[in-house]
């Protein structure tokens, strides 16, 4: 098979299209051919050698998967040979997706939603999986509660406002100005131009200085020692960004405050959660970009500078197989 190979951390160029042995599936494992996969922060994090101590040189990396099964391993009871999947491979364990197939264990993986095709499929594994596991698996969003987003635009941010909105809540979200229409159309009930505005400043103005109920970090910095400014009593923050330096929590000690720290983790139940969501259109794909495996080098280079569309937001999907 082809794959996109990682041969050193570093600059985009790193990926090699090189053809390798297939694998086989092992007890409880099928063997999908990948039509698509997609890029996420994690990917350029990784393929720049930010987590260079979690893998060993060579590998195939990428972190999204949408194909069809092919093959059956021993004791497999839940799929079959030509359904249809998409799933999250197993993170720093094994092959990653940027190959034609991929064997992954049946405990991980989705049957795909019929009303979306492969490429939008592939776009939703990882940061929608990781919004589901924010909002619902840790902070427990409740109806009317009231959320800030930071990064709405964001790939993870427009799966986390569609989440939150289908689970009844008041959306406030962080967004460049020029990304507004796009994110009041999706559903946010107010979105701040963190460009021109302080943030913390516009939630306490919008919320009557009463805070909101959940805060959603995917952008880091400050973000955590902020929180506290704007919380509500007993409310939550939920990141899923490295801590780059020492936070002061002094104001969110005062709100009485929970902070969870999520590294996405990887099980079918979300997937088939997340399947009803878009097969009820409660959560649609944004995919504004496609490129071919062979320019995974482009795609991962479009997404970490935003070089020639500095306006960029949504999802970059690869088409791996036609």
Known sequence: MKAAVLNEFGSFDSFQITEIPTPKPKSKEVLVKVLATSVNPLDFQ???????????????????????????GPGVENFKVGDEVYYTPEIFKGQG???????AHESIIGLKPKNISHLEAATLPLAAGTAWEMLVTRAQLKINQTILIHGGAGGVGIPTIQIAKAMG?????????????????????????????????????????????????????????????????????????????????????????????????????????????????????????????????KAHKLLETREGDENFYGKIAIEVEH
């Open 97 to 103: 997706s940027y190959a034609q197939y991929h064997c």
């Open 169 to 297: 809540a008041t959306i406030f979200t962080t967004a460049r100005k020029v990304h507004h229409p796009f994110l009041l159309e999706l559903g946010v009930d107010y979105v701040i131009d963190y460009e021109n505005e302080d943030y913390i400043q516009a939630i306490n103005q919008l919320t009557n200085n009463k805070g909101v109920d959940v805060i959603i970090d995917t952008i880091g910095g400050n973000t955590l020692s902020d929180s506290g400014k704007i919380l509500n009593q007993l409310g939550q923050v939920v990141t899923l960004v490295d801590i780059e330096k020492p936070q002061n929590l002094i104001e969110a000690w005062g709100k009485n405050a929970t902070y969870h720290f999520v590294f996405t983790r990887q099980n079918r139940n979300k997937m088939d959660e997340l399947t009803k969501l878009v097969e009820n259109n409660k959560l649609k794909p944004v995919v504004n970009k496609f490129f071919p495996l062979s320019e995974i080098g």
């Open 46 to 72: 990784v393929r720049r050698g930010d987590y260079k101590n979690e893998l060993t040189l060579p590998v195939i990396t990428g972190h999204d998967i949408s194909g069809v099964i092919v093959e059956i």
